[in-house]
């Protein structure tokens, strides 16, 4: 299958109460759970921080309820809860953990040393800024993640968190990267909508059990792990990783298209919604604000909808594909819900880096930071701004 | 030197758990504990090591000096690491197979301590070691919270000016089921701490007195002659507690000066120097005051049997 028929088979119409599953009213954070159970994970660690805390109390529960074969050690910091992840992935569990805001930002070291020890890792981010204190929906902590060497995906709902659980740790196992799957905070963590779950059965014949490589302990042949590396070897680690990071946008429409296959869901490392020859201008957007998107340019013929769902790597093919399909003197507005101290957000960064040579009208929004809520009439105002006029900032901040 | 004294020293080793080729300094403590720590614990460990000297001394990848498994981690994150290394044994059925953390005083007194309290707090089945030298010797003979008082480091270079940090009772406060202190002149007693350790479950802590020419300044060929006199001056006192219950395991039998022990070592010279004033007589006194609370609590633990 190509890119571009991955990009446009998203969410075909009409989809109906998908078979082998059941349907269950559901917070993206339980959905997160649900899938960790689904997932056939055995170790997880836990740290409290809102919002991403209903999370690890979920499995918890699942647990002391006997619904789930796992073991959930409280920890007592983020620091720990990624280093004793490190530990039991390295002898062979598949292992989860989330966390949120500074919880991530003070792991930050570990989330270092899992991606270079190349630790099949799969992690839910639920998105907080990090000081004043404030937590509410904001992609800026794991987006300052993102040189880490980690994948990051970007989820829009309930579903797509339960799916993209799945759909990590194969996608991690394969190619022994760790992944981040990240919630916008309250939109999606605290908010309830349908969910379908698959059965086990089906969860496990897209998700067979984590295969041990050499890479893991084996008490019967023992090595050291992670010993000093010397300058003679350790770029030879780094152009292998970088080898890995080379084939997740294609493993990920890949696998998404099994999982579509088998669960009746496609997935793509973007979506194009209305994106033709008379497209003049495509909104960029990321998680939870994308649905808001989506109703606002249905009375906007020309308006197009790009949403990013694997942000690191950046999906660089599937964005030129996309393009491709618009009017060439397309305009692109990126919405970025993260500030880094930088004059434009993440995503346009990351846009200009992929469009880097072609002539295209680019434009940076600040939306939604902090949790300032992004209803559809401030999508509106975005598009009354006057992109044609020569005078028009290249970034705007909108309340 | 002074005085010789000979405690019993019989630690028989049958079969070596590590290889040869170490990477230590000449007279370090790390290479021979690592001998006897394995020795002990049998070639089907899992050691966990965090940034300390060891992390260099157990060789670069892909080299492994010890006949078990290593796992190197990050400098806070020693116990943490080993928790997640127990959990996914024990899931596979390997109950039995010891997990050791082998960490320096730095990544165990300071930056490592919120991870060592969690895990000893949840009772973690896990052994861990911490070789004290009393200073962050890889990076160059920096102050850590386990450096005494008095000591010259690079970031105290007038001498350190506060006691170290009484991490045993820390530790015993998490109430462990083993926990003792040790030293490389105490083979006996080392040997039987390590077996008693590896025998108890839950977390078990041993502190041991880590001898380091290059950073405590002394000739490489007298370090466990200075390990002995740590002890036998009282500077280091050999305990342990089993379960809460604390014994002195060496009473010495002479009193002897701590500057005996002091004198012989670069990191106290200015403590004997012309200028120095009464530095001496002070840690003099702190090494007598903690070792009449030992006794003390020794005495009172006795009497309620």
Known sequence: MTTTESILKQNPPGAGIPSRHSKKVMKGNIAAAEAVRLSRVSFVTAYPITPQTTIIEEIASMIARGDFDAISVNMESEHSVFAALMGASLVGERVFTATSGQGLLYAHEVLHAIAHMRLPIVACNVGRPSFPWNIWADQSDSISQRDTGWVQYYCESSQE??????????????????????LDAFYLSHTSENVYIPDQDLADTFLPARRITENQVDLNHPKAFGGLVDPS???????????AIHQVEDETIEMGHEFGELFGREYGAVEAVNIHSGTKRILVTMATITTTARQ??????????????????????????????ADEDCIIINIDRNFLGDHEGALMQEMKRALYGKPVKIFGIYAGLG??????????????INFESPQTEEVHWIK | MGKTMSPASKFLINEENIYSGALSCRGCGWTLLARYVSYVMGPETVYVVPACCFSIISGPNPMNLMKGTVVHTLFAAAAATATGVRHALDRQGKQDTPVVVLAGDGGTFDIGLQALSGAAARGENILYICNNNAAYMNTGVQSSTGTPKG?????????????????????????LSYCATASPAFLTDLQAKLEKAKKASGFRFIMIDGPCPPGHKHDPDISIQLARLAVETRYFPLFEAENGRFSLTHVPEE?????????????????????????????????????????????YENAGT
């Not at chain 2, 000591?151 to 109430?175: Q, Y």
């Not at chain 2, 004997?272 to 030992?294: C, H, M, P, R, Y």
């Open chain 1, 161 to 182: 968190v339960l799916d993209t659980v799945l759909q990590s740790y194969k996608l991690s196992e394969k190619l022994g990267l760790p992944v981040m799957v990240v």
């Open chain 1, 233 to 243: 070897l350790y770029d030879t680690y780094n152009r292998q990783y970088w080898d």
């Open chain 2, 255 to 299: 009193t002897v000066a701590v500057s005996e022990y002091m004198k012989h070592q670069g990191r106290f010279a200015q403590l004997f120097s012309d200028e120095a004033t009464n530095g001496l007589t002070d840690i003099q006194k702190q090494v007598d005051e903690q070792w009449q609370k030992l006794l003390d609590r020794q005495q």
């Open chain 1, 296 to 325: 606002v340019i249905e009375h906007h013929p020309d308006v197009g909808l790009l949403k990013i769902r694997l942000f690191k790597p950046f999906p660089k093919k599937s964005v030129l594909d996309v393009l491709e399909m």
């Open chain 2, 151 to 175: 000591v010259k480091t690079t970031t105290d270079p007038a001498g350190k000016k506060t006691a170290a940090k009484n991490l045993m009772g820390i530790v015993e406060a998490h109430n």
């Open chain 1, 371 to 384: 949790g300032r809520d992004v209803p559809p009439e401030t999508i509106e105002r975005i598009l009354k």
